[in-house]
C-alpha cells in the first residue's frame, strides 16, 4: 500500500468506528438509514455546483458503471439489513468477528473477479488481521456457539453476519471496479441515491409505517451519520485507487483495534489479555499490509 492510502484508510477507520458507535448505541430500524443515504445525496450537491463536474460525470458515464453500481448498492442494502439483523439478535462480541472476516473472502474474489495478484507478505497479513480480530473478541465468542447454538441462542444471528462479511467482501470489489470508471465522489453519490430508494422500498415493505416517526425523533443522529458515513466511505474509495482492495479491506480492520483499546480505556471492559493479544496480533498483520506490493 502506498503511504497516502494507509493515512487515509486510517481515518476512515477512525471515522468508521465512531459512526458505528452511535449506530449500535442508538439500536436504529432499517428505515433510520433510509433518511441517512436520502441526506447523503445532498451532501455531494456544493461538490458537483463549484467543481463543475456535473452533469459532465453524469452523462458521460459508460453503462458498465450504472449496471454495477446498481448491483453494488443491492448488495450494500442486504449487508446493511443483514448486519442490522444481527446486531438486533445477538451480542456484538458474539457477531462480530463473523461479520468482519470479510477479508478473507475479498482476496478471493479480487483474485477470481479482478486479477488482483496479491504478495505472500500481504496474503499473511490478511490471514493476522482476522485473527487479530477473533481474538479481540474471544471473550463473548465462541467458535461451538456457530455450528451447536444451544436452544437459547439461535443461529439467525451468525448467519446474518456471514452473510455481511460475504457481501461486504463482494461490494468492495465491485467499488474499486466502479472508482477506476468515475470520479469516487460521483460514485459515492450514485451508491446513495440506489440505496436511499432500495432501503425506502424495503421499508415500505415491510408495512411499518415509520418512517416519518424515525425522522422526527432522530433528526440530529441522522445527519451526523450521514456525514460520518459518507466521509468513510469517501475516504476508502479514494485507497482503492492507489492500491490493491484486498490489503484496502484488511487494513481497515484497525477500526477492531481502535474499538478494543477504547473498551479497555474508557469502559474498563474484562479480559483486557486476551484483547491485547489480539491487537498485537493485528497490529503485525496490518504492518505487513501497509508493507506488502
Sequence with gaps: MTPLSIILVLISALIHSSWNFFTKRGNFPVEFFFWVFLWGTFLYLPFFYFSGLFPSLLLQAPGKLWTLSIISSLIQTL?????????QMAELSLVYPISRSAPLFTQVWAVLLIGEI?????VVGIGLVVVGIFIISMSGFRLTAVFHPSRQTSSR?????LIAAVT?????????????????????????????????????????????????????EIFLIALLQNASYLLVLVAMQMSKV????????????????????????????????????LTIGLILVGLAK
Aim: hydrophobic fraction near 50%; charged fraction near 15%; proline fraction near 2%.
Design 79 to 87: 449487508y446493511l439489513i443483514s448486519l442490522i439483523k444481527a446486531y
Design 118 to 122: 496479491l504478495s505472500i507478505t500481504g
Design 157 to 161: 444471528p451468525y448467519l446474518f453476519a
Design 168 to 220: 461486504g467482501s463482494v461490494y468492495s470489489v465491485l467499488d474499486k471496479v466502479c472508482v477506476q470508471m468515475t470520479h469516487p465522489v460521483f460514485y459515492c453519490w450514485l451508491i446513495d441515491l440506489f440505496m436511499c430508494i432500495e432501503v425506502g422500498l424495503y421499508a415500505l415493505l415491510q408495512k411499518r409505517n415509520i418512517l416519518l416517526k424515525v425522522w422526527g425523533q432522530w433528526k440530529k
Design 246 to 281: 484486498s490489503y484496502v479491506v484488511a487494513f481497515r480492520q484497525v477500526s477492531a483495534l481502535f474499538g478494543a483499546g477504547l473498551g479497555i480505556l474508557y469502559l474498563k471492559e474484562t479480559q483486557w489479555k486476551t484483547r491485547i493479544t489480539g491487537a498485537l496480533i
